[in-house]
């Protein structure tokens, strides 16, 4: 597994921990993008302030940007940063899409499918003609497509935000990777199903994927009270991220179990019951989504999310210690790589003593 950190970048001090993060070993930062800053532009500015760590949007929001612009910011970032931007996309929701961008929330899976194509031919040279479900370039009486005024770029590998079994057949299909969220390793089989299904329709394996996983990672000698708080802290997403039967992680959450907690917390959030919201939240979906605890806890995590196949955590971190915790995760995680490698090797056949 690979150790990459999520940092909003509004500040020197935060330039500062991206660049010792890259010296602490972390192999990739990855910049969000909800309703306050963008992605792209501190990861431009990143750009010319380290040198080795790919610099990741985690997520731009496809449908904010038309998909020609998006390429041409990714483009941007791509030559600045010497061919190190891995671009993290989702769909998002109604809420932020209609509410705040003023754009209609419409065909989610194919919006995704389109952005990607036409990012793709712009990004390596080609004319841009594409005729899909929802974008239409050129239309009809516009003459010819146009081509990128300058060069192509290096490939741009894509990673999509996915929780729908829809949209995880499209990540197998198309995508160079997975960012996940609501994931209890001890379910993986409900995501990675249908990414490998959506694999198989390309004829590829999953094992192509960078398979990437947020979680906050804290080091305690009180699980019990940091997995608490983290539940707790579910009860926004559950409650407020989205209408009824439009809620992805509420539906995420189901498929692994919880059907009948989400239920029950959604149901008293909405009827302002917020602190009855938290509580009912399962302390189950707070531990098990995250690292949480003394190392010896932390490590036994990292096995179970090595073992069901993620290749990147995405670490989200804060305090002032956020570095050592950090420094502290880089070596476990080696450690954790390193008993694979063990295996591996005891399992080799050795060659007869001479």
């Known amino acids: 597994m690979q150790v990459g950190v999520s940092a909003v970048v509004s500040s020197a001090d935060d330039v ?17 993008e909800a309703w306050g800053y963008d992605a792209l532009t501190p990861l431009a500015h990143l750009a010319a302030a380290t040198s080795t760590i790919r610099l ?26 010497g061919g190190r931007l891995v671009l993290g996309l989702g769909s998002s929701g109604p809420r932020i899409m209609e509410a705040w961008h003023g754009v209609p929330f419409r065909k989610p899976v194919a919006t ?18 594409h005729h899909g479900e929802v974008y239409d370039l050129p239309p009809e009486g516009s003459g010819r497509g146009i081509r990128s005024l300058v060069p192509p770029v290096d490939e741009i590998p894509m990673v999509i935000a996915a929780l729908g079994p829809r949209n995880l057949e499209l990540t197998g ?18 995501f990675l199903d249908p990414i490998r299904a959506g694999c198989e329709r390309a004829g590829r394996t999953i094992d192509e994927l960078d398979l990437v996983m947020p979680v906050a990672v804290e080091f305690t000698d009180d699980a019990e009270e940091a997995g608490r708080r983290h539940a707790d802290g579910y009860a926004f997403t559950i409650g407020a991220m989205g209408a009824p039967g439009k809620n992805f992680y509420n539906r995420a959450f189901s498929a692994q179990g919880f059907g009948d907690d989400v239920a029950a917390v959604y149901e008293l959030w909405q009827a302002g019951k917020r602190d009855e919201a938290a ?10 989504t995250n690292l949480l605890g003394p190392p010896e806890v932390i490590r036994e995590r990292l096995r179970r999310y090595r073992d069901a196949g993620i290749t990147t955590l995405q670490a989200k971190v804060s ?34 003593a001479t």
């Open 112 to 129: 995704m499918r389109e952005t990607i194509e036409i990012v793709r031919r712009i990004a390596r040279g080609d004319r841009l003609e």
């Open 16 to 32: 500062e921990f991206v660049r010792d993060c890259e010296r602490l070993g972390a192999t990739s930062v990855w910049v969000p």
């Open 319 to 352: 305090g002032p210690d956020r570095l050592d915790t950090v420094a502290h995760l880089v070596d476990l995680v080696r450690e954790a790589d390193s008993e694979v490698a063990s295996e591996v090797d005891s399992d080799a056949p050795r060659a007869p």
């Open 56 to 81: 990741a949007t985690g997520i731009v929001q496809v449908g904010a940007r038309s998909p020609a612009m998006l390429a041409m910011q990714a483009m941007s970032v791509q030559q600045l940063s």
């Open 173 to 190: 299909e198309i995508a160079d990777g997975w960012l996940g969220n609501a994931f209890l390793p001890e379910h993986a089989e409900v």
């Open 279 to 288: 509580a009912r939240v399962p302390f189950d979906i707070g531990f098990k």
